[in-house]
């Protein structure tokens, strides 16, 4: 196990947990995607509940840094200290989720996308604290493994009260679980409400020109260690007809960092590290992000995104922040994890899906060979993000509406 897992073991048991008054809006959030997905929602709980407390809970050691760093500019942004605390979710044993409910005294639970676990939603239903799943999707292959259950995911979705879903796919699924037609609210999907700050906008230009500016540039973003070589192997083909070519590679996991970098040792490619905070020489032509929280930084950097977890049998990663930050994106034929996103970009000619690396080869070169095409793909995404918001709005909308009720 890793031993960052064990640091917050008795949180996880419900013990020694920090001194707290209770009476919280919880919000919990697996990782680290799911934080970063949920923070305008924070920014709007915590500016229209001045007087809630706020307990963020994670599942991962890497989720709970991303939190820490969220709540720390929270509490800047609102130029007073504020109760807003994070704390690891126990583990789903009876004992322990019973411990961590009569401790956080909750008026809401806000769970993002779709993580249940049975024993803490039994703990939130028999104290008649609602339960709001935020942001949520249920792809085909999740319902068939609730399906299977059925007598225990029959009773595991009778506990939820609301459910904000991305899309009707996801609404359909939902219904065939048990909850009723008027307990799901169709938002669309809440990772489009992205905005980037003026001061991010400024630190994505100055990495440009750290790095990039006078050479083509792609990111290869949340790759697995599966995908390392299948990259690797792309980018050296690409290197004989674009020689300035730089790859901004980034591992998913940071356990996976230096496996990444004698793959590149392996292949005779020169790198330098995120680490570093250097600007590559002309013989680097990769860059490994190795740094925490910093994806949407590098996607500025960066001309076209390739995002991971696509080429093999993962079901893709997050294909909204490089969109968001004006980049073509491509993804392997593997994106069962963010269909619904994936299918709106494709049909706003922004995301491209391939089936192999022989695919990726082709577009990457058809996009490099081809300025005013990535430029054309760039400004569609603006109309993507002006059609697509506006999701946070109506899950606010939810929780007024079930806090009032309680």
């Known amino acids: 196990m890793d031993p960052d897992y064990l640091k917050g073991l008795t949180h996880r048991l ?3 947990l920090p001194h707290y008054s209770g009476g919280s809006i919880h919000v919990h959030c697996a990782s680290v995607g799911e934080a970063r997905a949920a923070t305008p929602l924070l920014v709007r709980l915590v500016k229209e509940y001045p ?5 963020i809970t994670t599942s991962t050691p890497t989720g709970r840094t991303e ?6 500019k929270l509490q800047s942004d609102n130029n007073k200290q504020r109760s807003i605390q994070h704390c690891y979710l126990p583990i789903d044993w009876p004992g322990a989720c019973s411990r961590f409910v009569k401790w956080s005294k909750p008026k809401i639970s806000i769970l993002m996308e779709t993580e249940l676990w049975p024993n803490l939603l039994h703990q939130f239903s028999k104290r008649s604290i609602p339960i709001l799943l935020a942001n949520a999707r249920l792809s085909d292959p999740s319902l068939k493994r609730y399906q299977k259950h059925w007598p225990l995911s029959k009773e595991l979705f009778s506990k939820i009260t609301r459910v904000a879903a991305q899309y009707q796919a996801d609404r359909l699924n939902f219904q065939s679980l048990g909850i009723a037609d008027d307990a799901i609210e169709l938002i669309g999907n809440i990772k489009f409400d992205i905005h980037l700050s003026n001061d991010l906008k400024t630190k994505q230009h100055q990495l440009k020109q750290q790095w990039s500016k006078n050479r083509p540039t792609w990111i290869a973003a949340s790759i697995h ?7 690797l192997n792309v980018h050296q083909k690409l290197l004989t007809r674009f020689p300035d070519l730089l790859l901004i590679a980034v591992p998913r996991h940071p356990e996976r960092f230096e496996e990444f970098k004698q793959n590149c040792q392996q292949q005779s490619l020169d790198y330098i590290c995120r680490s570093e905070d250097r600007a590559p020489k002309k013989n680097h032509s990769i860059i490994v992000g190795d740094s925490m929280g910093e994806l949407t930084l590098m996607c500025g950097a960066a001309d076209i995104a390739f995002v991971g977890g696509s080429l093999i049998e993962r079901g893709g990663h997050n294909p909204i922040e490089p969109a968001a930050c004006g980049l073509p994106v491509i993804m392997g034929p593997s994106d069962y994890n963010f269909s619904n996103i994936s299918q709106i970009l494709q049909k706003h000619n922004v995301l491209e899906k391939i089936k192999n690396t022989s695919e990726l080869y082709e577009v990457m070169k058809k996009l490099l060979s081809q300025p005013t095409l990535i ?12 059609n697509n918001s506006g999701a946070i709005n109506k899950i606010m909308a939810s929780v007024k509406q079930l806090m009032t009720a309680k």
């Open 375 to 386: 430029h054309s793909r760039s400004q569609a995404t603006k109309h993507i993000f002006e």
């Open 225 to 231: 260690p599966a995908e390392f070589k299948m990259v």
């Open 14 to 16: 419900g013990f020694s």
């Open 51 to 55: 007087s809630d407390n706020i307990l």
């Open 67 to 72: 939190v820490l760093n969220r709540i720390q």
